[in-house]
């Protein structure tokens, strides 16, 4: 075998991985939109449809893994390929967690669907729609290799965590006000603690998305890692 053919099916191998984490950053973008909408449209249906989806997610983990896996063995990338490998086996991983949370989203909506509506949900899909916007911007860093836009997508999980803490001092006061409004109200405050993991899980992908074009790892410059701002903020390690 000639080097370049040897080049060319390494790159296809490559691109691959590429190509298979992109469309599994995209089914779990589909996931969320779904959820969002089965939570403002009162639809169970496309709640229970959404859980079903994320059999996809777990496939394409297993995938991604055993392609990666192949590759380290049988190239021995080095420099910016071997990050771009070990972050794809990362990426992967958030990206299977925010499909369980996805999963748990619907599983609360199914819950109110069967309760009267408690109020309007805007703020709480406003917050959706800010993740979601987070996840596919750093679905594209991740493609073009940019990290300002990355680095963007991080500063983003600020406005999530405004939002999340909005959320949940109104919900505090429905249940001071009325105790039959407090099994509802948990769980929406459940699905607004999902979404704002979601985003914490998002800013751990613009991370690495930075880590594999500079080679820097920027979790302990001057901000808290995603997962430890999730202990600071509800005083126990967070539930992936």
Do not use: W
Not at 25 to 45: H, N, P, Q
Not at 186 to 192: F, G, L, M, N, P
């Amino acid at each position: 075998m000639n080097r370049a053919h040897t080049d060319r099916e390494y790159e296809g191998e490559l691109r691959r991985v590429r190509e298979q984490v992109l469309t599994m950053g995209a089914k779990v973008e589909e996931m969320l939109d779904a959820a969002v909408r089965a939570l403002a449209e009162r639809d169970s249906d496309l709640a229970r449809a959404t859980m079903a989806s994320d059999q996809v997610i777990n496939r394409l983990e297993v995938e991604i893994d055993g392609l990666c896996l192949r590759v380290l063995a049988k190239r021995q990338p080095v420099a910016s390929d071997l990050r771009f490998l070990t972050m794809a086996l990362k990426l992967v991983t958030d990206l299977e967690r925010m499909g369980d949370l996805v999963v748990n989203i619907c599983e609360r909506v199914v819950e109110l669907n069967e309760e009267p509506p408690l109020k309007p949900y805007v703020e709480l899909v406003t917050m959706a729609e800010v993740a979601h916007q987070m996840l596919h911007a750093v679905l594209d860093a991740f493609l073009a290799g940019d990290v300002a836009a990355a680095e963007r997508v991080i500063e983003r999980d600020a406005d999530v965590d405004a939002l999340y803490a909005s959320i949940f001092r109104e919900l505090l006061t429905y249940m001071m006000e009325n105790t039959r409004n407090i099994y509802r109200a948990t769980r929406v405050q459940s699905i607004a603690k999902y979404v704002e993991r979601i985003a914490d899980h998002t800013t751990n992908l613009g991370e690495m998305v930075v880590f594999m074009v500079r080679g820097k790892d920027i979790r302990h410059s001057g901000r808290l890692p995603s997962r430890e701002r999730g202990e600071r903020k509800s005083g126990r390690p967070p539930v992936s």
